[in-house]
C-alpha cells in the first residue's frame, strides 16, 4: 500500500512528541508493515511562528493526485487533540477515498470501533453527508434539436416530469 505520512507538532514542546520521533515512528511501522512511504508531509513549530496547516493542505494535494492509498499518522493527537477535530479530518479523508491509519498500536481499534464518544460525532457526519445528498441539485438534462423547441413552447414534447413550469411573461417591454 502506498502511504504518505502526516506530522504535526503541538504548539507547546511540552506536549506531544516532536516531529523526528513521529517520522521515525511512522518509518518503522511502515518498514515492519510493508507500505510504501511515498512521502513526510509536516506542521511543525518554528519560533515566533503559529504552527499551520501547510503540510496538511500538502498532503491533501497528494491525495488529489491520486497517489496514494492510505494516510498515517504517529497517533491521532498530530491530527489534532480535540477528538471532534480528528474526527472531522478522519471523516474527510474517508470522503476523498483514503484510509487513515495510525502508528500507535493503541489506536488501531478506535478507527474500526469507536467508542460512543467518536462514534456519535461519526453519525453526526455520516447525516451531515446524507442531507447533502437529498439537497444536491441534479444536472439539467441536456436537450436537442426538437427538444428544446418543445420544451420552450410547452409543447408535447417538453419532459412530463417538470416539477417547475416557467411561464412566459405577458408584460410587454
Do not use: K
Not at 504518505?4 to 507538532?9: D, N, Q, S
Not at 500538502?58 to 471532534?84: E, K, R
Request: some cysteine.
Amino acid at each position: 500500500m502506498r502511504v504518505v505520512a502526516y506530522i504535526r507538532e503541538t504548539s507547546s514542546p511540552e506536549e506531544g512528541e516532536p516531529s523526528f520521533a513521529q517520522s521515525e515512528r511512522i518509518r518503522s511501522w511502515a518498514r515492519t508493515a510493508g507500505h510504501e512511504l511515498i512521502a513526510v508531509c509536516q506542521d511543525v513549530r518554528q519560533d515566533g511562528h503559529q504552527i499551520g496547516r501547510n503540510g496538511y493542505r500538502t498532503l491533501l494535494s497528494i491525495i488529489a493526485a491520486g497517489s496514494v492509498d492510505a494516510v498515517v499518522v504517529a497517533s491521532l493527537a498530530c491530527l489534532s487533540l480535540d477528538l471532534v477535530v480528528q474526527e472531522v479530518m478522519l471523516w474527510d479523508l474517508q470522503r476523498r477515498q483514503v484510509t487513515l491509519l495510525t502508528a500507535n498500536p493503541d489506536e488501531v481499534r478506535v478507527l474500526t470501533d469507536p467508542p460512543p464518544n467518536r462514534a456519535m460525532v461519526r453519525h453526526v457526519l455520516t447525516r451531515v453527508d446524507e442531507l447533502a445528498a437529498w439537497t444536491r441539485l441534479p444536472s439539467p438534462p441536456i436537450l436537442t434539436g426538437p427538444q428544446v423547441a418543445g420544451a420552450l413552447s410547452g409543447g408535447a414534447s417538453a419532459n412530463p416530469e417538470v416539477i417547475v413550469e416557467l411561464i412566459p411573461s405577458t408584460r410587454q417591454l
